[in-house]
């Protein structure tokens, strides 16, 4: 895409492309990211298979006394057992303090991500950790997955909304591999939930196991976590 056009009334009507002019009514412009990595590059510091700086879990680089991180360095993706490149601010501050301590001369490691994101979209939360079917299919692993809507609150509540829940969980085992939320409320904390679980290595049995907050304008007795699990292990021996 090239170019956005403003039409009347401050609406966009259409945009110019390569392929020809089309007519629209909303642009989502998704650019995606690159690591700028050429000074690095020109310097010898070694890049990994991701395209960003190849660093080990003390954020070092191959050069000694070099560190790299955040968006320009590869982050180890612990689901996936290997680096990944998912840039984010939350990532790069962590990052960021291990190789600020180790070229101060202490010795921290970076733990790794899980994959773990959320934004907006319009009125709604949308979040994500982990595998998607997608990437859990692309690294050879046989999994079961659910998609459950229930509500971010007990459902007679009169303010209760839609909360939608996908679980993806390792076919053999039953541990989760990833999830997905989209609500008007509570998609980002049942997400972080779903994450604390990834990173504990948790199973479907465990995840139904956790001890959850629970009062009517809160949540239902099962969280929406736990009733997805609950689904979804009526398909997968956990
Ligand atoms: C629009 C937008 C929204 C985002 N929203 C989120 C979000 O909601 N949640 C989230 O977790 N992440 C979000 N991110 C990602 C997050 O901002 C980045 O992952 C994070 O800022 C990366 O930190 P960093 O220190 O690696 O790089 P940066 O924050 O980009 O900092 C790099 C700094 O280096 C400077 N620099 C570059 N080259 C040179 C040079 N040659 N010499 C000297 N200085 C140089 C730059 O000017 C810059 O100040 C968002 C990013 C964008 C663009």
Same mark, same amino acid.
């Given at each position: ?27 989502? !412009? $998704? ?6 990595? &050429?000074? /690095?590059?020109? *310097?010898? +510091?070694?890049?990994? %298979?991701?395209? =960003? ?77 982990? !595998? $998607? ?6 690294? &050879?692993? /046989?999994?079961? *997955?659910? +998609?459950?809507?229930? %509500?971010?609150? =007990? ?84």
């Amino acid at each position: 895409m090239h170019e956005a056009c403003e039409g009347r009334d401050g609406r966009v009507e259409h945009v110019h492309t390569s392929g020809g002019t089309i007519a629209a009514d909303l642009v989502l !412009l $998704s650019a995606g990211v690159r690591p700028n990595v &050429g000074l /690095a590059a020109a *310097a010898g +510091v070694q890049l990994g %298979a991701t395209g =960003a700086i190849a660093v080990d879990e003390w954020q070092q680089t191959n050069l000694p006394r070099v560190y790299a991180a955040g968006d320009c360095a590869e982050h180890f993706h612990r689901i996936l057992q290997k680096p990944a490149y998912v840039p984010l601010g939350t990532t790069a501050n962590k990052q960021g303090r291990v190789a600020g301590r180790n070229a101060a001369g202490g010795r921290a490691t970076f733990a790794g991500i899980v994959g773990t994101a959320v934004l907006n979209v319009f009125d709604l939360g949308v979040a994500r950790t982990g !595998l $998607s079917e997608r990437e859990a299919r692309l690294a &050879g692993v /046989a999994y079961e *997955a659910v +998609v459950l809507e229930s %509500a971010d609150q =007990a459902g007679y509540m009169p303010d209760a909304t839609a909360l939608t829940v996908k679980l993806v969980a390792e076919k053999e085992t039953g541990r989760l591999l990833g999830a997905q939320a989209v609500g008007r409320h509570g998609a980002d904390k049942r997400v972080d939930v779903l994450a604390t679980a990834l990173y504990a290595g948790l199973t479907l049995a465990q995840l139904e196991d956790l001890d959850l907050a629970y009062a009517p304008p809160f949540n239902s007795v099962w969280d929406p976590v736990q009733a997805a699990a609950t689904h979804l292990r009526r398909n997968a021996p956990a």
